[in-house]
């Protein structure tokens, strides 16, 4: 092993706050009743790397406010290093505001504030000499502003370091829903250069433009050459490596509330892979492969168990792998 070789994670993207109606069936308008929340998908795989004992830091912008404070505050409390996350005097941290209605749908408001504003020039200061894998979740990432450009730039300069790069589009439609195709040509960019990406079954089907999960896969397969996990829910995850797919047993639990899930499977992967080079992890077999997939649905499924990403972070370990 090169004696230079370093096991920290970056963790790159959104800090932002949920703010979740729990007036039930309420629309934003209506609800009185709001609890706040600390997410952002990057945010929350870097609080999972670390609940699972991996080295993780978090890039990203947050106002010089009260809500900045508390997520900063809550990231060390999971022991991640907070050295780039950046308060911004000019802009308020971001809020994302939702409310489950009764058919099911989501009354969705995002008030983007500061999370946008993270700079490549900002972004250009990280020494990637310091980390193994770099890690992008792109909820927010493909918006318009200094972030989209700091994501571009940050991605370049990985590819000329040789870092390991992991990759999950994050998909919100909510967000995209007027600009489908440029979060789509964004994401293309991403998955021809990680060696890792996750995605849902129906991530899949939108970023190939086909109809049917087996289509979709069979073009991931064809035009990526990284490995690749579909989550697929009780029916496991699809394992793509090679030219060849694998279906990965799921974890049988009772949900209690599935945020989260998503962002502690991906913490999962990269933490087992941080004790890795990137030659080693290029080695690495079908079976290797299968049994990182099957602890990272295990800590999906610890997650699914509590309610709140975070409360369920503190649950995690790795002996959940044993």
Known sequence: MNYNFMNKILCIGE????MICTDKGKSLSEGQNFLKKPGGAPTNVAAAIAALGGEVEL???????????????VMQSFNVSTKW?????????TFAFVSLMENGERDFYFNRGADGQLSNEEVDGINLDEFSILHFGSATGFLSGPLQ???AGLLMKALQKNIFISFDPNYRHLLFRNNIQSFVDQSWNFLNSCHFFKVSDEEAMLLTGKSTLADATTVLLEKTSSAFAITLGKEGTLLGLNKETHIV??????PVDTTGAGDAF??????????????????????????????????????????????????LSSDIFK
Request: hydrophobic content about 45%; proline content about 1%.
């Open 15 to 18: 800090a932002l706050i949920d």
């Open 59 to 73: 890039a990203a912008k947050v106002g010089a406010d009260p809500f900045g404070k508390h997520l900063i505050d």
């Open 85 to 93: 996350v950046l308060q911004d005097e000019h802009y308020f941290t």
């Open 149 to 151: 450009a700091a994501y």
């Open 249 to 254: 047993r799921s974890i049988e639990v009772k």
């Open 266 to 315: 991906v913490g999962a992967v990269l933490y087992q892979l941080s004790s890795k080079t990137l030659a080693e992890i290029k080695s690495m077999d079908a079976e290797q492969w299968k049994h990182i997939i099957l602890n990272a649905n295990k800590a999906g499924a610890r997650t699914c168990e509590y309610m709140g990403a975070m409360e369920a972070f503190k649950h």
